[in-house]
């Protein structure tokens, strides 16, 4: 037996359609299982999941809330990956934007008006997410270092980099000793929608993006050039594509979208920096699998990232009435990220089973 792999060239829409509902359909069939190997109803939990997230409006609010990051990063993810450049790194430039725009409401705030310092904080977020989004972009083009082990390594390094700053220098003189900076300046904060945590700005900003990202890939010569470049990069060399300065462009954009969210996080919901882990719940992963079931589509990015911040919400609510441990939220995204991969695989490409005849 043989197995015979070739491109599938007749995809149609209601294709995508197919393969995106089948698998879905597919994840979730396999995480029941999982559930029932908890010893859980799988109908029960599922039920809960997303009762928990859309069933009230509390639920409604919070979802909100945690899908702003995601609609920010995913949709920068999916630039880079239309251009087949594998960022994992978007959890770190997050953090990153979150300790640049920090550094700027902690020491001009007290000095500027919130028109002032908000514009500069999230510009000095961009910058900050930016900045680490280039560097794995000079290291691919320039020395040929695979982008996925680059990027996913520069995460633990501005982990490290936080925890050694909140720990040491930047420890806040009005903390007690604790590992965080001190408390951003009223100025330097960012309204909420009443009864919510919902920081309204970033999140308009969050929208802005995913419009103009999306009509930057499907409106420009620069969204053509990436999508060349992603999908066939012999092409794209041989119309005399710039492909270093695209991929430098495009791991701006991607980085730095990622640090605006990181100064949504620090000046809207917590107002200071402490540990990675109290500042980002997992976003810069889980806006990975965002991009992927929009279909790397920004303007799908926002449906995508509602989905997936449901399923954050939800996780919680089955933490606390199942008693099931953190993880559980994880092992639910990674396995619809292992069977969104694999249904666009399929989608792509035609698997042929060739049997070979006995001789003789």
Known sequence: MKIKIA???DILPRHNVLSLAFSLAAGLLAISFIFTIFGVN??????????GSFGSIYGIKETVTKAIPLILIGSGLALAFR???WNIGAESQLLMGAIFGTWVGLNWGPHLPPAAIVPLMFTAGFIGGAIWGLIPAIL????SINEVISTLMMNYICNEFMILLVVGPWRGKTKFGFPYTDDLPASATLSLIPGSRIHYVTLLIAIFTVVVLGILVY?????????????NPEAARYSGIDFFKTTL?????????????GVGE?????????????????YGFTAIIVAWLAKLNPFYVILSAFFFAGILVGGDAIQISLGLPAATVHIFNGTLLIFLIMGDFFLKNQVRLQWRAKEG
Request: glycine share 12%.
């Open 249 to 261: 462009v495009i791991m701006a954009i991607s980085g730095g979208v990622a640090g605006l969210a």
């Open 219 to 231: 409106k420009t010569r620069f969204g053509y050039e990436v999508r060349v470049i992603g999908e």
């Open 140 to 143: 691919k083009i320039k020395f």
């Open 83 to 85: 251009a087949k450049f």
């Open 7 to 9: 491109d599938r060239i």
């Open 266 to 282: 620090a000046a809207g919901i917590h107002h200071y920096l402490s540990y990675p882990a109290s500042i980002s719940s997992g």
């Open 42 to 51: 799988p109908l029960y939990a599922l039920a809960k999941i997303f009762s």
